[in-house]
């Protein structure tokens, strides 16, 4: 009896989480006339089919293929597979390789023929659906209408904007303390204290407010407060191997504008100074300007609220939750040089000492050992188990072949001895084999002399040839302002054992490169903690 594994999935906004449900309840009730078993279901809901990087579902059905879990793949239609021509192709002979049929409901079985035309028809379907979707689009914009998306201070019923006057009170009250001279920082964090809520619900930030002038985003740039509907501002495109969207600016030539004054939310005098005073300053999208690389940009934490703390004035690290939201209340800053310098003070003279590597190994060595008695013990049940269940089907086998059972019986406890053997299978091949490890004697003596290489290169004023090998060592520093009668911050060094082996790959036998990367970055030395 074929094993058949089926395959659901909707993508449509006229669709709910229902239509993947029914598509299968739709494909079982057909099973038996067929005379298949159903062993696995996969589905993938609310997500497009013109990639599948993007479908985790599909995603385990190709996975459970290679493993022999099934002999059918079986669907409602083919597009449900896939409507890109390539993936349908590519899919189909992964399938094929793997010996196992793909049937659909409306087309039956699926040959070599069937689907690339298919594949060809439903990716003329999509170019198709593109097209008419922004014809659409277009057409609602002209009359003033959604062209699809969201604004802040607006809400939509049937494509037709609607003012929401508190959230355009929220608009006016930004622009307006922006023309006042205040800066969008303070703006953000002046909306926090009030617990007003941001676009998407959260806290606001500088960014939000901001946003980018080329295409109107932010609250500062929108044209639909100054009462003209801008679309087609940008264009949308996939990346054929990662299924991540990414956007283009489109040429101004290109946007479709049109008034809409009933949507105004502010004077034009107020929208003109705004613009005005955003060109004055040089009005760049946050995060264009290229700053040199910091030694601990993005490793420094905040100690009260655990935030990123970045340069600010270009010679000062402070919290960014603090200056951009104005939610913590850490409003202390240090030196970029001060915090550099002591912090690989610290790395010499705390984390170099030999005890505390040596007492690091140790216990490297100890939760990896661990680790692996309990991943070859638990491989172990599950092989166990395999080896039951596989007794049990052919002993029920032995029983039909002798006529002790009939084919009724036969079958009932077939099915559910094959989904168990299945289930132990699928998990059998996802446990990797524990890695072997043995710390290599030079260890201690490699990393002295990588930390001290790094000081006199630092010393030299070489930053950029000694930022990659002293960042791959911490995995975070944590600074907490004064508290008190104290007046200096308190640093704790999180360093990264993990990483240290990683370093000495290429110079220590190949033991050591392996146990390292099985470990990852969650392994590290004991926080050692100093105070400035």
């Known amino acids: 009896m074929p094993r058949v ?14 239509s993947a449900e029914d598509q ?15 062993v696995a279901s996969y589905k993938d809901e609310a997500i497009s089919g013109a990639n599948v990087m993007t479908r985790p579902g599909l995603l385990r059905l190709l996975a459970d293929a290679q493993q022999g879990t099934f002999d059918i793949v079986f669907a409602e239609a083919l597009d449900r597979i896939s409507r890109d021509q390539a993936d349908t192709a590519q899919i189909f002979k992964t399938l094929q390789f793997y010996g196992v049929e793909l049937h659909t409901s409306s087309e039956g079985l699926i040959n070599t023929i069937q689907a690339g035309f298919a594949g060809i028809m439903n990716q003329l379907f999509l170019s198709q659906l593109a097209d008419k979707t922004r014809r659409g689009q277009v057409a609602n914009v002209k009359a003033g209408k959604s062209g ?8 939509t019923e049937a494509s037709i904007y609607a003012i929401v006057p508190e959230e355009a009170d929220v608009v006016r009250r930004i622009l307006t303390a922006y023309d006042e001279g205040k800066s969008p920082r303070s703006i953000a ?14 806290e606001w930030t500088a960014a939000t407010i901001n946003g980018d002038r080329r295409v109107g985003d932010g609250i500062l740039h929108q044209p639909l407060y100054a009462g003209e509907l801008v679309f087609n501002r940008r264009r949308y495109r996939k990346h054929p191997e990662t299924g991540r969207r990414s956007s283009i600016i489109n040429p101004p030539d290109q946007w479709v504008r049109v008034p809409t004054p009933d949507l105004r939310l502010v004077d034009d005098a107020l929208w003109q100074r705004v613009q005005t005073r955003k060109a004055e300053l040089g009005d760049k999208p946050l995060g264009s300007r290229k700053r040199p690389r910091r030694l601990l940009a993005g490793l420094l934490r905040c100690g009260l609220c655990g935030g990123s703390m970045t340069v600010q004035g270009g010679e000062r690290f402070g919290c960014s939750a603090h200056r951009e939201r104005g939610t913590c209340s850490n409003s202390r800053t240090i030196k970029v040089a001060q915090v550099d310098e002591q912090v690989l003070q610290g790395v010499r003279d705390h984390l170099l000492q030999p005890a505390t590597i040596e007492h690091s190994m140790r ?13 070859i013990s638990h491989r172990s049940s599950v092989e166990r188990a395999l080896q039951d269940v596989e007794g049990r089907l052919q002993r029920l086998l032995d029983l039909y072949e002798r006529d002790v059972i009939g084919l009724d019986t036969f079958r009932e406890r077939l099915t559910g001895i094959e989904a168990k053997r299945d289930g132990l299978r699928t998990e059998l091949a996802g446990l990797a084999m524990p890695p072997t490890y043995s710390v290599h004697p030079k260890a201690v003596e490699h990393y002295r002399s990588l930390v001290e290489d790094l000081h006199a290169t630092l010393a030299a004023n070489d930053a950029a040839a000694a930022c990659e090998a002293f960042r791959g060592l911490l995995d975070r520093v944590v600074a907490t302002p004064p508290s008190g009668d104290s007046k200096t911050f308190e640093l704790e060094i999180h360093g990264r054992l993990a990483a240290l082996l990683s370093t000495n790959k290429n110079t220590l036998p190949e033991t050591f490169g392996k146990g390292a990367a099985v470990m990852g970055a969650g392994t590290g030395f004991e926080p050692v903690t100093f105070r400035l």
């Open 148 to 155: 699809g998306g969201k604004c802040y201070g607006y809400r």
């Open 363 to 375: 216990a490297y060595q100890a939760e990896l050992a661990a680790g692996s008695a309990q991943a």
């Open 24 to 38: 299968l309840a739709h494909l079982r009730a057909s099973l038996e006339a067929r005379g298949w078993t159903e």
């Open 189 to 202: 964090a002046a909306l926090n204290a009030d617990a007003v809520p941001s676009p998407r619900g959260g």
């Open 5 to 18: 594994a089926l395959y659901a999935r909707y993508s449509s906004d006229q669709q709910n989480a229902r």
